[in-house]
């Protein structure tokens, strides 16, 4: 499966959840013993993972290998770090006010919020528009396949306990491959589930 909102989700799931972390924790290792700052604690952004989303897109539209992509713009990114460095560009940051911070997390937030409703509205057009369409075509196959196979009529064959058991075996193998209307209310549900915890934990720092 493939997720869009956090820099490990964009590949597989469980992997990159490890990778993540120990890529932090090297990082957050060397730039406590190297720039004298051990008190820092680095994490993954809000920006980071934007930025590995849109790598991901070019990837896939390129038909590139995302992997040694990513390495490379990470050295390309540290090039310019070390660039910064040298001629102390870190003056510049006197020129931008708070309003500026402001505006750029306000656009974070916005694009987040559009990823989100995109991906539940993907979800509802493919669980929930597309799915009774899907199940009854099959069904109706399914139905014209046993007939074909049996010496039956269609009233003694739907009528039959014979019949019952063979289309209660199959939407119990249907309902195992495929999902219906419960997993785009779920989606939902999770979705709100997540605004009112984040919404909440903000509040309690608040405090």
């Not at 993540?20 to 290792?29: D, E, L, P, S, Y």
């Not at 990114?77 to 910064?84: D, E, G, P, W």
């Amino acid at each position: 499966e493939k997720m869009t909102l956090m820099p490990f989700t964009t590949l597989t799931v469980i992997t990159d959840v490890q990778k993540t972390i120990v890529g932090q924790c090297i990082g957050g290792v060397l730039y406590a013993l190297l720039s004298g700052q051990p008190l820092v604690v680095l994490l993954t952004t809000a920006p980071l993972a934007l930025y590995i989303n849109v790598i991901r897109g070019i990837c896939d539209d390129y038909n590139l290998d995302f992997k040694a992509f990513y390495a490379w713009t990470g050295l390309w990114n540290s090039c310019f770090l070390i660039l910064y460095s040298l001629f102390n560009c870190s003056l510049l940051m006197k020129l931008f006010k708070r309003s500026t911070e402001e505006i750029i997390a306000l656009f974070i937030s916005i694009t987040f919020v559009l990823d989100a409703l995109k991906g539940i509205i993907k979800i509802f057009r493919k669980y929930y528009l597309e799915a009774p369409d899907s199940y009854l075509h099959e069904y109706k196959a399914t139905h014209e396949a046993l007939l074909n196979t049996t010496s039956l009529t269609p009233d003694i064959f739907y009528n039959s306990t014979f019949n019952n058991s063979i289309l209660h075996n199959q939407s119990l193998d249907h309902d195992d491959a495929q999902h219906g209307k419960e997993s785009a209310v779920l989606s939902l549900m999770l979705m709100f589930g997540t605004l009112w915890l984040g919404h909440t934990l903000y509040q309690f720092k608040k405090r």
